[in-house]
């Protein structure tokens, strides 16, 4: 069992330090406190690693939800990676709806990030099932820029009468980096995260594609949008008002103009 405080201080540590190299940090503090390994694990979102599946020939992601031990569960296999006998796999029922999932988020993957690489895993519950939707989009470094987008989508679906209730839990850990001769160096990271619960019809196993595909859907529109408007327009205020392109002069000119402006408007 990990000291409470110890588990406190290795999640406060982590959030000070630079995002992109989470993994690398992760590791670290479980080579000095091996006691936290599995907390650690199971609670740090992280940037998302590639692998492909032998038997299938095709990519999928790696995650704490399709991990036992030290091998991964393929989505398209169903087969873990180095093979035990043991592993954890969800039911037939549960197994059949993950296909099905697995078939729709490639085609969202497609028709949205236009290339990467998507992966969905389900579990049962005692009171219905859960799961996480996986999406991650690389640019390739082309001279000295590179950057890279994760989603993880972790929800969990209760069945009800006629009806499931959905908690959906979503985090995007983003990196952008660029180095040139006439921007300089820059380096954007970060992860945000969101949670939203609801009660939506369900009519058999497919209604249950058809919810969590448009929870996601909404869900990375909305954090998208979040991204762009806040964060990066944040960060472009900051720039302009350290580094202005226009003379001096001239932007006092235009705030004496704008503030004589406004004084008129006020008498």
Known sequence: MANPEQYDSALDLLRRLDPKNTSKNVDLICS???DLTEELLSSVDQPLETRRCKKSGRDYLLCDYNRDGDSYRSPWSNEFDPPISDGTVPSEKVRKMEEKANEAFDVYRE????????SVYFWNLD????????L???VSPAGKSDGAWDSIHVFEAVDRARTAHYKLTS??????????ESLGEMDLSGNMTRQIEQDLPVEDDSSHIA???KMVEEMELKMRNLLQEVYFGKAKDVVGDLRSIAALTESQKEKATHQEMINSMKA
Do not use: R
């Open 211 to 213: 919810n969590i595909g």
């Open 127 to 134: 009171d219905g099932f859960a799961g996480v939707v996986l």
């Open 32 to 34: 000095i406190v091996p």
């Open 171 to 180: 985090t995007v850990i983003l990196h952008l980096s660029t180095h040139t």
């Open 111 to 118: 028709l949205y990030y236009e290339g990467g690489v998507s």
């Open 136 to 138: 991650k989009k690389t």
